[in-house]
């Protein structure tokens, strides 16, 4: 992925461990969810019971992993975590379910991509602690019946528009989040910074937080990445002028644009004359899947209103002539 991606690697979720917070009260902004979460826990825990099935929605690395986490540290109870694409069958999704302890928490990312057979099979053992585990083939098979201890299912999707109506139904709280502010931003890159022992200033941080696309992910590899230049070229101090040195030199522009985002906007202006223009065609001329230019580059466009989803097509804003610089022809945009 590149450096302003939401989704992180497997090398880059280790890194983010350490400046991971564990406890709902250490966990930035998103107040909302977080005083809702906080009653659905403390209610639970007065009860000792576990608390309703979660499910949480909302874009790439704004803290869905790391919520799941804390619902088990607060429960004081385990947790257990796989995905969508990694149930394949309903017998995986019963070798998970069975052998959770009374009380854990399931965390399943990705929840809208699990296959049919298991998600029809997790609804009983979300409803009724309970699995039918059909043994054998054809007119012979026989199903077994199993209990299942107690759990709390943790869900995370990005697309909550794909999950089925009695999926979303069997979750008794749902929490949708959103992109950060740069306030909140910056109070999250100072904790970080101050986890991993980097000195940053006000203003550095400030740079930071306004070009990480509202994703504490982002945020977190973009202190990463300045760090190692002020480290290596400067003095140490994540400052404004490191942040901007830095951020130069991995292409990430002013407006937390990297250089596919560019492509397409300068595309959609200089091949396009700002547009309408179909998707694929887009893509054709950047050189990328559509589904990358897709799920990839035109949320945050769409957001930092440099672009527009039309019925005809896609089109240039006027914000995106000015941000590369050039004077949109009249009336062509909108
Ligand atoms: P998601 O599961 O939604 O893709 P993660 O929970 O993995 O996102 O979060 C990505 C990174 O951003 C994590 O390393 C986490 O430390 C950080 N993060 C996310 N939300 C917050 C928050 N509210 N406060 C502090 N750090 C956060």
Redesign the pocket.
Known sequence: PGIVS?Y?SEAE?DA??S???KRLA?????HRVRDQLDLLLRGAMGRGAPPDHILLS?P????????ANIVAAELGVGIRVTSGPAIERSGDLAAIVTSLAEGDVLFI?EIHRIAKPAEELLYSAMEDFRVDVVVGKGPGATAIPLDVEPFTLVG?TTRSGLLTGPMRDRFGFTAH?DF?SSDDLRT?LH??ARILGVPITEEGAAEIAGRSRGT??IA?RLLRRVRDFAEVRADGVVSLETAKAALQVYDVDGLGLDRLDRAVLTALVESFRGGPVGLSTLAVAVGEQPDTVEEVCEPFLVRAGLLARTPRGRVATEAAWQHLGRTPPNGTFG
Not at 26 to 30: C, G, L, P, R, S
Not at 60 to 67: D, I
Request: hydrophobic share 40%; proline share 9%.
């Open positions: 939401a992180a979720r983010e461990v400046v991971r917070p250490d966990f930035i902004a998103q909302g790439p690395g704004l803290g869905k992993t790391t919520l990312d995370a989040l950060y999250l904790r970080s504490p992910r977190n």
